[in-house]
């Protein structure tokens, strides 16, 4: 029982660190598309893509480290790469983004 | 320039900030033992409250939440002071804070400390700084045309 607590504790160990790189590898090919993007809504997709990543990999390191104490960061990110994905959606469409009078 | 049309932006707006001043509230309420606290939980609220004004317009939000946020600075400030100030009616220095058990209707026994009033004073200070902040930056360009 004790050598089968152990086999998990390292399977997990080893399948987070496996999956933290691989989501360190796809975070660097969005990063080129944001530098190389030939237009601005390239740009702002790849961000919001990156800010998912950065999700994930908060929740895999939650996991590499048994804490608990990371989840209302994931969720924190999240609100806030909504928000800054809207702003740069109506920025890129109305040149404003907070306008005065909508009607 | 051709109107565009937001229905999409708004009723997410309307479900999500519902959320989003949840969540802030829950932050506020689990600084004393978890992540949060009063400051991330005010910059949460003021997110809910930046999104809205995103979604429906400067003037729109300003008829529904009638709240002048230069006052609610002060008033952040003042309660943030008042609890320190009040620990002298106790003979104590000053921003010394006490906690007690209660027996409450619903929650059973809980600790209640004064801290949360000094985090209700930065709650209040940080929503007010950063609305006033980007409103004013918001409303500046057409003011002047």
């Not at chain 2, 620990?87 to 400390?113: K, V």
């Amino acid at each position: 029982m004790e050598e089968l607590l152990n086999f998990t504790k390292t399977l997990i160990h080893i399948s987070s660190i496996i999956a933290i790189i691989g989501v360190s590898v796809s975070v660097i090919i969005l990063l080129y598309r944001t530098m190389r993007g030939p237009t601005n809504p390239d740009r702002a997709v790849a961000l919001d893509v990156i800010g998912v990543n950065i999700m994930a990999l908060t929740g895999l390191i939650a996991i590499l480290l048994v804490s608990t104490q990371f989840n209302d960061v994931i969720l924190l990110i999240g609100i806030l790469l909504f928000i800054g994905t809207v702003a740069l959606a109506k920025f890129l469409e109305k040149g404003v983004i907070i306008e005065r009078d909508m009607d | 320039m051709a109107r565009t049309n937001d229905l999409i932006l708004r009723t997410t707006t309307a479900l999500i900030a519902f959320i989003l001043l949840g969540f802030s509230v829950y932050l506020f309420f689990a600084g004393h033992n978890k992540p949060g606290g009063g400051f991330i939980g005010g910059l949460m609220a003021s997110a809910a409250l930046v999104l809205m004004n995103m979604a429906y317009g400067l003037d729109v939000i300003r008829k529904v939440i009638r709240v002048n946020y230069l006052y609610m600075i002060f008033t952040g400030l003042l309660i943030a002071v008042g609890t320190g100030v009040g620990s002298f009616l106790f003979g104590a220095p000053f921003l010394t804070h006490n906690f007690g058990y209660f027996q409450l209707p619903i929650l059973g026994r809980t600790e209640l400390a004064t801290a949360i009033l000094f985090d209700l004073g930065v709650y209040l200070t940080v929503i007010g700084v950063t609305m006033t902040i980007i409103l004013t930056v918001a409303a500046d360009r057409e003011e002047s045309e």
